[in-house]
């Protein structure tokens, strides 16, 4: 158990709806990461959070968009989805030092599984 | 932004010692490389991470050249339950910008054949 926790664990959907993921670092982790592992494009970075402010975006969709709250959760908000949205989402927690820190070990929650019909 | 590339997949029988090389030619200076291991249904769980040279814990080996545009992950004597997908990680602080860029590798499919 990485501490870090996910919900929904799955979510199936139709397309063009929206749906929420959420996540909840592990105790004492400023920064969450999202990221999407789809068969054919392996595991995507989407964009991380520290402390409240967006810290780095990778290939996030324009339809896909984050926030993490002042309890240091973390929402990814998808909209308009696609077929091809289906994937597993992970979320990853870790310590940060600042922005010129080396780079920290991650922990993964278990994903939640976006199923869109 | 770094691009990684690792072989697809690699087979290895139990109680050897096994080596996956990650390209990585355009690693930044800020770039650090860490690896990490994934099984079926489960979040990628941390093995290792280095800068440069040699680090070593106790479950794997990270191997770095001077010039940096490759690492090697060394896993000693692996088991059955080493059987795993494993993905290179290259990322560290954007210089200037307060932020992070982070990119994995493909992956690669190790199977342990007893």
């Known amino acids: 158990d990485s501490g870090v926790t996910q919900t929904p664990k799955h979510l199936i959907t139709a397309t063009g709806q929206r749906v929420t993921l959420r996540c909840s670092p592990r105790?004492?982790?400023?920064?969450v990461y999202w990221y999407q592992q789809s068969l054919d494009q392996g595991l995507q970075f989407l964009i991380q959070y520290y402390n409240g402010e967006e810290r780095a975006k990778g290939n996030i969709l324009e339809r896909f968009s984050a926030q993490q709250f002042p309890d240091l959760h973390s929402e990814l908000n998808l909209s308009s989805l696609e077929l091809g949205d289906s994937a597993l989402y992970f979320c990853a927690s870790s310590v940060e030092q600042g922005p010129t820190s080396s780079y920290n070990e991650q922990f993964f929650g278990p994903g939640t599984r976006l199923t869109v019909l | 932004l770094a691009k990684t590339t690792q072989p697809i997949s690699m087979d290895s029988y139990e109680g050897q010692e096994v080596n996956i090389t990650c390209s990585h030619n355009n690693i930044a200076t800020n770039d650090y490389i860490t690896w990490y291991q994934q099984f079926p249904s489960q979040g990628p769980r941390f093995i290792i991470q280095?800068?440069?040279t040699k680090v070593t814990n106790e479950v794997a080996s990270l191997f770095i050249p001077a010039d940096r545009k490759s690492s090697t992950l060394s896993l000693p004597r692996v088991s059955l339950s080493d059987t795993a997908v494993y993905y290179c990680l290259v990322g560290g602080p954007v210089s200037g910008a307060g932020s992070y860029q982070l990119t994995f590798g493909k992956g690669t499919k190790l199977s342990v054949i007893p």
């Open positions: 280095g800068y440069k």
């Open positions: 105790s004492g982790d400023l920064s």
